[in-house]
């Protein structure tokens, strides 16, 4: 079946988004589509052009011939802040507000599309990073994970608090919780990672990071690696902060309970990933 340009640029445009960092060959388009090289090669410019334009991504061409061209994902400023903003003024509504302090954030956890903009933005700032795996911890973290996993290609591993059976032999840790400051456990099956895995972690909220340092002690167990730590929200006012190089797309300030209001503002992803997401 032979393509019209038109129809062409279109599927192979999906077919990159749908394979992040997967390197594709020109052999390989050039049979699907029966195009020539060269055709090939003028489209992957146009479609370039257009990504980086729209706030898409970017493709990167691989000399040689083993090479060819691998799509990441790159989100722009432009796209990127007024999301963050809207984040921002979900979480700062009085109705989050719940006993001891805490807030309601299921709805946002569970909503597909505020999901996938985050995890396209953490994406975005380690784009060109070395990971093999995402790991959270079970069970708000999960969405945001693979939303994060979908755009760079790789599996997820989840942190659980006790050992399931399907899982076969784990790997367990004490740690202290940063906030509670209580012992508790976490568990990871022997089959999660390998040596040397690189691995990035993502978590929904952090406070102390005490969940998060106990990841970090999971990974020394299987002598993996930790690439970069991803946190949607944040606590501001902590005295000990566990954790600190770290990304956050929002900052939690202040919560009073009394006057029913939540002081949040932006997290530092502008000032530390914005440098590894989109050029000036």
């Known amino acids: 079946m032979k393509f019209r340009r038109s129809e062409r640029l279109l ?29 090939i090669s003028e489209d992957l410019a146009i479609i370039k052009d257009t990504f980086e334009q729209r706030g898409i991504g970017t493709l990167q061409t691989v000399p040689g ?17 007024p999301f963050v903003e ?21 709805d946002i956890i569970g909503d597909p599309s505020i999901v996938r903009k985050a995890g396209r933005l953490f994406a975005s700032a380690y784009a060109y990073a070395n990971i093999d795996a995402v790991m959270t911890v079970a069970t708000k973290g999960i969405p945001l994970a693979y939303a994060v ?11 659980r608090p006790d050992s399931k059976v399907t899982e076969g032999s784990t790997v367990s840790i004490n740690y202290v919780s940063g906030s509670t400051k209580r012992i508790q456990t976490m568990v990871l099956s ?18 102390a990071g005490g969940t998060v340092n106990g990841m970090k002690s999971l990974l020394a167990e299987f002598k993996a690696d930790l690439t970069g730590i991803a946190v949607l929200v944040e606590s501001e006012n902590i005295e000990e902060r566990l954790v600190d190089e770290y990304i956050s797309l929002v900052r939690l300030s202040d919560v009073d309970e009394r006057a029913k209001t939540v002081k949040v503002s932006e997290g530092n992803y502008f000032t530390l990933a914005g440098n590894m997401s989109w050029e000036k």
């Open 11 to 39: 599927d192979m445009a999906h077919y990159l988004t749908e394979h992040p960092r997967e390197l594709v060959s020109l052999s390989y388009f050039a049979d699907r589509y029966k195009s020539a090289k060269s055709s």
């Open 149 to 159: 996993a979908s755009q760079i290609n790789v599996p997820v591993v989840i942190v």
């Open 86 to 106: 809207e984040l921002c003024e979900l979480m700062s509504s009085p109705e989050r507000l719940l006993p001891g302090g805490y807030l309601y954030m299921t």
């Open 65 to 81: 011939a083993a090479g060819g061209v691998k799509y990441y994902v790159k989100v722009n400023e432009t796209e990127a802040r």
């Open 190 to 207: 022997k089959r999660s990672l390998a040596e040397g895995t690189k691995v990035l972690i993502v978590d929904d909220f952090m406070k």
